[in-house]
C-alpha cells in the first residue's frame, strides 16, 4: 500500500519515526523505494549533487520535473514530494500556484515542499493547500536563502528560536501536513515537534524529530562536500573507483570479456 499524507499523522501519534531520504533519478529511487523509506523527496539538493552546482539557486523547474518524472517511475509504495525551486514561488501566490500545479499535473509527485515561514511564504501555503495541493514546509536552515543566512545553524539566540517556533505554528495552520527542521539545535527542534500535530521531519536537528531526512548523496557517501551533520553509511565513491580500476586492469590485461 502506498503511503499516504495521513498515514504520516498517525505515525507520529503512535511514535513511529518517518524516514525520508532525497532520490533524482530512477534506478536510485527504485532501490530506496524497495528498501522501505516512506517519504523520498526530489530536493532542490539537485542542483549540486545532481547537476553540479555550487548551490541549490540555479535549479529550474523544469529541471525538476524532469527529474521528479524519473523518480515517480522508480516509486511504487513511497510518498514523492518534489521541492519547488527558488524563485518559482516567491514572486506571487499565482506564481507559487503555476509552479505547484504542474509539478502535480506532469509528474507523479503527490505533494511540494517549499522553504520559509514568513507571513508571505505562509499565506502562500494557505492559498496552495485551500486549493488541493499538498504543502511540506521547511524552516530554520533553508538553503534557498542562503545568500542571506549563509549555512550556519539557526535558531541560536532566543529570539530567533521563537521567530522559528512561530513560523512553524503558522504553516500547520496554514495547511503544512509536514515541517522540515533543517540545522537548529535539538531543544528547539523538540518544542517544535511536541507543539506541533503534524509530523517535523530533521535534518541537522537532533534525534527528538517524528522523523529524519538525509541527502542520499550523503549517506552514500558520493558527495565531494557535505554538511558536519550529514552521515555516510558507506563510501560509494571508493567503491565505485575501485569498481572501475579493477574493470580497466582486467580490460588491459585482456581478462574481460573472457573470451
Ligand atoms: O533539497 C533537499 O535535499 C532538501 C533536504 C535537505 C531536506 O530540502
New binding site residues.
Given amino acids: 500500500m502506498a503511503v499516504t499524507i495521513q498515514q504520516l499523522t498517525q505515525w507520529k501519534e503512535a511514535g513511529r519515526s518517518i524516514i525520508?531520504l532525497?532520490a533524482w533519478e530512477y534506478s536510485l529511487a527504485q532501490v530506496l523505494d524497495l528498501a522501505g523509506v516512506d517519504i523520498i523527496?526530489v530536493?532542490?539538493?539537485?542542483?549540486m549533487?545532481g547537476l553540479g552546482h555550487n548551490s541549490?539557486l540555479p535549479v529550474t523547474l523544469d529541471e525538476m520535473i524532469h527529474h521528479a518524472k524519473a523518480v515517480c517511475r522508480g516509486v511504487k509504495k513511497a510518498l514523492v514530494v518534489c521541492?519547488l525551486p527558488f524563485m518559482s514561488y516567491q514572486a506571487s501566490i499565482t506564481q507559487a500556484m503555476e509552479a505547484a500545479a504542474r509539478v502535480l499535473k506532469e509528474t507523479d509527485a503527490a505533494a511540494i515542499?517549499l522553504?520559509g515561514g514568513s507571513s508571505r511564504i505562509v499565506e502562500t501555503v494557505a492559498e496552495l493547500t485551500a486549493v488541493g495541493i499538498p504543502v511540506m514546509g521547511?524552516v530554520g536552515l533553508t538553503?534557498q536563502s542562503f545568500r542571506i543566512l549563509g549555512y550556519k545553524q539557526q535558531g541560536k539566540t532566543i529570539e530567533n528560536a521563537n521567530l522559528i517556533i512561530d513560523q512553524a505554528i503558522a504553516l500547520q495552520q496554514a495547511g503544512a501536513f509536514a515541517i522540515?527542521l533543517?540545522h537548529i539545535p535539538r531543544d528547539l527542534a523538540a518544542t517544535i515537534t511536541s507543539k506541533l500535530t503534524i509530523p517535523t521531519?530533521g535534518?541537522g536537528a537532533g534525534n527528538k524529530c517524528d522523523g529524519q531526512?538525509?541527502?542520499t548523496a550523503d549517506l552514500l557517501g558520493l558527495s565531494a562536500k557535505q554538511p558536519p551533520f550529514a552521515k555516510s553509511y558507506v563510501n560509494l565513491r571508493q567503491v565505485i573507483s575501485d569498481a572501475v580500476q579493477e574493470f580497466s586492469q582486467e580490460v588491459q590485461n585482456k581478462e574481460f570479456p573472457q573470451s
Fill in positions: 525520508s532525497t523527496l530536493g532542490d539538493s539537485l542542483a549533487v541549490t521541492d515542499k522553504e521547511h538553503p522540515v533543517e521531519i535534518i531526512v538525509l541527502v
